[in-house]
């Protein structure tokens, strides 16, 4: 018909329409990315702050802060992409075999790095930066070898690739927490040192938790690994930018005949503050294992009602998280110099908290005890880092800390298992109540432990003299023992026969010219003229 637009014209007026939607789609998508592009700027502007704050960038604390991101981000992903369904793809009665072999396998790569590593670490102070370096580097190619093992089912290569990405993880922790001393700022403790990088790490873990699961759920846990190598290989080269005083001269290669069982006799003897410190965080990892492992199957067994179990056991998640979180930026916000009594105070708060929790228990009574468990375990741990750090010297800080880790993660494992027996037969009231009878006994036992302590460092009160106004007599070897002491109405005459009367002149002997060189040790010592 005349009026109606010709073919042509219909497709070119399609066609400017698509042209518009094109450009407005690309103008839309334009604007997008430079608001995420201002917005990425602006949070990178906001942490680059925080991390350097307090002279943090000067000292090169801000640099580590941000390498330990990184590695938190790579091991997140590797952990999401390796996850299995070792507690959830098996009945209840079957699924605690497998549980506690987990916790024992647990305490493998601890084994490792306590003899062998740390000792390492200590002999290469010079190379730290490119121990730390490696750690990351090795980790990102073990990564590329455990994807091609999950894309074809490689059991024989995923198993030993995964455990060694674990102790290299191990390694870099140790290796971290021994070169944080060297670039402490004077302005900044290091309980909150401490606490900036591991938020720095909890941050990073939770940004790359979902990234890693959205990931393996589209594209497959393979690229998932192939991005955490990418991951680690940056952070490998990152880490070789460290400041340089972060390295310090080596051990020495020949240790004299002696000087092994020397260190290990000085490894094992820590001194009372670390000693104390170890217990307290030991006892706080038992608590923590316990909870773990005890709730879980308390929620499996339909013994804790209120929710349906996936929700029960995602509450209780994002409950240990936030209390790992508040433990964190605790010790950031704290500035105590004094960690030891963190450390105590915190075993307190558990012991009392799960006291309330079995009195009152119930679904947000366990939500309670998680997030004390994991603030606990946060914080405690940050106070321990500290006390090891200033307590320890450099020669066996590494092997220190190799070694504390190795018991704490005992502890943990031994908390686990005790979970596992007790969940059972024993209710949720029980197990928390003998749990804080155990916490308040231990709490108990340290404070007395303290106390004594205490006590015996306090120096004697020197005893009075005989005599009025006699001062004390000193030998080479310290003050002389006045021997028994006179009765008291013999007192006088006997002090006084023994003096020579200074009014009464006698002859000059054959050894008064070397009276002013008499040896104090080697006879009878003049005695003092009375003050006044």
Known sequence: MDGEPSVWERLRGAGRAVANGARATGHGLGMAGRSAGRAGRAVGRAARRITHADGAGRTGLAHLIELTAVQSLGDALVTVSLAGTLLFGLPVDEARGPVALYLLLTMIPFAIVAPFVGPALDRLRSGRRFVIAGTLVARGLLCWGMASAVQYED???????????????????????????????????????????????LVAAGVGAPVAAGLSAWIGPEWTLRLAMVVFLAGGFYAVRLPPHVDSPDAPA?????????????????????????????????????????????????????????????????????????????????????????????????????GVAAWFFGLWAAVAVAVVAAFAQALGQLALDAIVQHEIGEEVRSSTFGVSEALLQIAWVFGGLVGLVFSLFAGGTAGLATLASVLGLTLLWLLVQRRR??????????????????????????????????????????????????????????????????????????????LG
């Not at 993880?169 to 004077?186: F, H, T």
């Not at 006799?265 to 990892?285: K, Y």
């Not at 499996?300 to 930026?329: E, I, S, Y």
């Not at 105590?336 to 105070?345: A, D, G, M, N, Q």
């Open 155 to 201: 059991a024989i290569t995923l198993f030993p690739a995964a455990f060694g990405v674990l102790v290299l993880s191990k390694a870099y922790g140790v290796s971290r927490a021994a070169v944080m001393p060297s670039l402490l700022p004077a302005d900044i403790a290091l309980v909150t040192a401490n606490s900036r990088v591991a938020l720095a790490s």
């Open 254 to 354: 020949v240790e004299p005949r002696g000087s092994r069982k020397g260190k290990w006799r000085t490894l094992l003897n820590v001194g009372p503050v670390v000693a104390e410190s170890l217990r307290a965080n030991a006892a706080i990892r038992v608590y923590s294992g316990f909870l773990v492992f005890f709730l879980i199957f308390l929620v499996r067994d339909k013994h804790l009602p209120g929710l349906d179990q996936p929700v029960t056991l995602g509450v209780l998640v994002a409950a240990a998280g936030m209390g790992a979180l508040l433990g964190t930026a605790t010790g950031a916000l704290i500035r105590s110099r004094t960690p030891h009594v963190i450390v105590l105070l915190t075993l307190g708060l558990a012991a009392v908290a799960t």
């Open 453 to 530: 302590r205490v006590r015996a460092s306090r120096p004697a009160k020197p005893r009075a003299r005989p005599g009025p106004g006699l001062a004390t007599m000193y030998t080479d070897a310290g003050p002389r023992d006045p021997g028994p002491k006179p009765d008291l109405e013999d007192e006088t005459d006997t002090v006084t026969s023994t003096l020579p009367d200074p009014d009464v002149p006698r002859d000059p002997g054959p050894d008064d010219e070397d009276d002013d060189r008499l040896d104090p040790g080697s006879g009878p010592l003049t005695a003092p003229r009375p």
